[in-house]
């Protein structure tokens, strides 16, 4: 059998390019090529290794090499020694099962339409990537040494402070670093503030008849009843208010139909949560986007001790930047610490301390400016095409944000997204933003939601001619 | 009346420095003044604006100005226009509460003890900014647009074929990029796999009777049961699991008793899994720290579809980067994304294309060796000073982590630690480790976690004399 051993361990050492003159490294490699033997299933489970002696003598190593390897070999597991039985392959290496059942991953969008309409996501091809990386260097190059320890669950106090003065002068908000908490974006924020058994709030929560269903599921999952409020042309009707003590609103562009909140029914709703100490949850997902005039300013600023506002860098930056911020009233700053933990758990350090930079820097004003520009162009593009090719097709809604809802003809909603799935045009009808346990309301109605940020600027005229194509007829 | 108006529009004017020159600004300046002017309490709520034609007068703009200004102002709800009343100051405009009860937060860290001896972190000296930095500008400059739309929850490809390459080749992991799910860190980890109603794991779960606090309970909050396996010197004594479907494991290094699990019960583990199709969850926290030989692999490799591999940045790089890794069997893999949800939620992408770029690059080979000598350094001269000054005290476990147990005398841990504070040293007795429901068992001592990573270098000699001055002296 002494034959044998020598010729396994030569093939061994062919096989696997075996470099045993590598400087310091002849047990390693050793190591490594049994592993791989073992792994790559040439020893089979039970297989008696040549003893110490003789491999050694074949590879021209020390004994104390070959006995080194087979030691951690055993006690990795891969090899099992028993008094008189010698050294074998264990019997449990199994190999790797071959993947059959799991698909490829590729990125949702990479895999996508061809003309991508869904509303939620900014125009990727335009991050900012040299001046983020500015941002980055030097936030990287300044940040002192405890930033790369262990972080404080409020977040970077750079990112705070420069959000504080951001937010004032852009959204009128009126906040302090001490009451800002650093999340991940939205859902993080919603997940904090309602966390089963812990949670800041509780439900009943009452939210618009419209919203986004991942927005719903995601309560739902956390215990949480939502209660629809009727929508007409001026906004949520939060006289309707009742029990609840909390409402999620989204003020500055009610999302997905479109208009902005009144101004009284903004007044009304900060006197009810003064009134009855409840909470405005403030959903400021896009209101630095408005077209026809300045932004219209946070609810926040009217009742700083009433709001809880979130915003998030998802719509204004990238959704591959994990970060939002939260505006809390002075009483649920240690609730929402609490629940984030002892240390930072989610937000990464590195990129908050460039988002600060970013911010303070003006970076975020420029590129903010910049894509108003853009958007605002796209949907005066979006609305020219309408009236020139499916001019019976309204845009409803105010001119801001990333999406427009255009209002079709009762019945052809369904057959309209289809249309469009057909011409390679994906996007969303209205119906699937609706609460499912509201009642009839002002607004109800046939509805396309566009999102017209998505496509990089070259590839949105293609889309719009996609889009037009697949629209109801105008009734005869 | 209208002499007050004069006086009061040229007060705003100057104390605000009312820049109405500065170009296509006077409408925003005019907006921002009176807002300012409300909010600081300049302006009463209650009171009424001057007629438009007025304040157009006193500061020579444009009548339509005003208007446009007074119109935005209502929109955001600080004024309020009535139908013969004219424009006032809105009621509900509350001027922001000082800050009374939140403290001025400081990262733990900074505002920390002077000889921060507590396990978990590394160095954060020792953060590899520059190749850190390097990698983040070539994952910025090579990245494809889509990185920037909205994520893939598995995580970026380029980091997941990174890590499968890494980890086989210094952890012996078995695994393909279509089985690694990307994460925020251990808890993460955690929290997808036992979410409550929906998780990919249920409880009960054995653990090993020493362990994270933290850990046990994020996954009491998870409802998840836990139950204490006995401990000794092979590690957890995995002969003792009875009805469990999962156990959590440090095979590499216990946590934090120091002792790797002993190949017999490494090869049983995955034995008992495979008889009850149980999975075993192994916690690779430190991994790639052991100073006295080569990393004994993990687990995963011997049984890759029994084992779920978990790893993170958290030790080997910093805390501040949020990534991790789940290495997961086949029949895990869509469960736990669709935990994830629809889109990355959490890791940021430029980071994990920073993380893919350094992994591949060999930067985190470099880093991690640089800190294997640093760490190995530490522990040797904490071995030594020990040796010197406190003869009777022991070192137990390997030599490996960031990370060692003091072995104490009977009945000295909690004025060890206390004496400890007193001079300025934080550390943790072993007794908050232990599993509230652990038997006796035979490494049930008292004992110090000393650990000695997280002080720079220049820090690391006098955080060890002051942890000398404060053992317990030896029975006379």
Redesign the interface.
């Known amino acids: 059998m002494g034959e044998s051993w020598v010729n396994s361990a030569e093939r061994i050492g062919s096989d696997l390019h075996l470099e045993l003159t590598a400087p310091g490294g002849r047990r390693?490699a050793l190591?490594d090529a049994l592993?791989e033997a073992v792994?790559g299933g040439r020893l089979a489970p039970g297989t008696r290794l040549p003893p110490y002696r003789s491999l050694a003598a074949d590879l021209g190593v020390a004994r104390n090499t070959v006995a080194d390897a087979y030691a951690?070999l055993?006690?990795?597991?891969?090899l099992?020694a028993r008094q008189g039985s010698g050294t074998r392959v264990?019997e449990?290496?199994?190999p790797?099962?071959p993947?059959?059942?799991?698909?490829?991953?590729?990125?949702?969008?990479?895999r996508g339409p061809l003309h991508d309409l869904r509303q939620?996501?900014p125009d990727?091809?335009a991050?900012p990537?040299t001046a983020?990386?500015a941002s980055?260097?030097r936030a990287?190059?300044q940040?002192?040494?405890?930033?790369?320890?262990?972080?404080?669950p409020?977040g970077r106090?750079e990112l705070r402070e420069a959000l504080t003065e951001y937010l004032a002068r852009a959204r009128?908000v009126?906040?302090?670093p001490?009451?800002i908490v650093v999340c991940?974006?939205f859902?993080?924020a919603l997940r904090l503030l309602f966390r089963?058994?812990?949670g800041v709030l509780r439900g009943p929560l009452a939210v618009e008849s419209y919203g986004l269903p991942?927005h719903r599921g995601l309560l739902a999952?956390a215990g949480v009843r939502t209660v629809p409020l009727p929508l007409d042309e001026d906004g949520a009707d939060v006289g309707r208010l009742g029990r609840e003590r909390a409402v999620l609103l989204t003020p500055a562009h009610q999302f997905p139909t479109g208009g902005?909140l009144h101004?009284a029914r903004?007044?009304a709703v900060?006197?009810w949560a003064?009134a009855r100490d409840a909470v405005v949850l403030e959903d400021d997902y896009d209101g630095e986007f408005r077209y026809d005039?300045?932004p219209?300013?946070a609810?926040q600023?009217?009742?700083?001790?009433q709001v809880i506002l979130v915003g998030s860098v998802s719509k204004s930056l990238?959704?591959?930047?994990?970060?939002g911020w939260m505006v809390l009233p002075?009483r649920y700053?240690?609730g929402v610490l609490a629940a984030k933990?002892?240390?930072?758990?989610?937000?990464?350090?590195?990129?908050q301390l460039c988002l600060a930079d970013f911010v303070a820097s003006g970076s975020y004003d420029r590129h903010v400016r910049r894509m108003r520009q853009r958007y605002r162009g796209r949907r005066n593009r979006l609305v020219a095409a309408l009236a020139e090719r499916a001019p019976h097709i309204g845009v409803t809604g105010v001119a801001a944000g990333l999406h427009a809802v255009l209002r079709l003809p009762s019945g052809t909603e369904r057959s309209a997204v289809e249309a469009a799935r057909w011409r390679g045009v994906a996007l969303d009808g209205l119906a699937g933003f609706r609460h499912p346990e509201a009642g009839p309301d002002a607004i109800g109605h046939d509805g396309l939601v566009v999102g017209y940020a998505?496509p990089?600027e070259h590839a949105f005229g293609a889309a719009l001619d996609a889009l037009c194509e697949a629209l109801p007829p105008a009734p005869s």
Request: charged share 30%; glycine share 10%; aromatic share 6%.
């Open positions: 390693a190591t592993r792994r951690e055993v006690a990795e597991g891969w099992t264990a449990r290496s199994e790797l099962r993947r059959t059942r799991v698909p490829k991953r590729t990125p949702p969008r990479a939620g996501a990727a091809s991050f990537r983020w990386l980055y260097r990287l190059q940040a002192p040494t405890e930033a790369f320890g262990p972080g404080d409020a106090i009128g009126r906040t302090a001490g009451r991940s974006g859902a993080h089963p058994g812990a991942f999952e902005p101004p903004r007044a900060a006197d003064r005039r300045r219209v300013g609810v600023g009217l009742a700083p001790e990238s959704p591959a930047v994990r970060l002075e700053v240690e933990g002892e240390r930072e758990a989610w937000a990464s350090v590195p990129d998505s990089s």
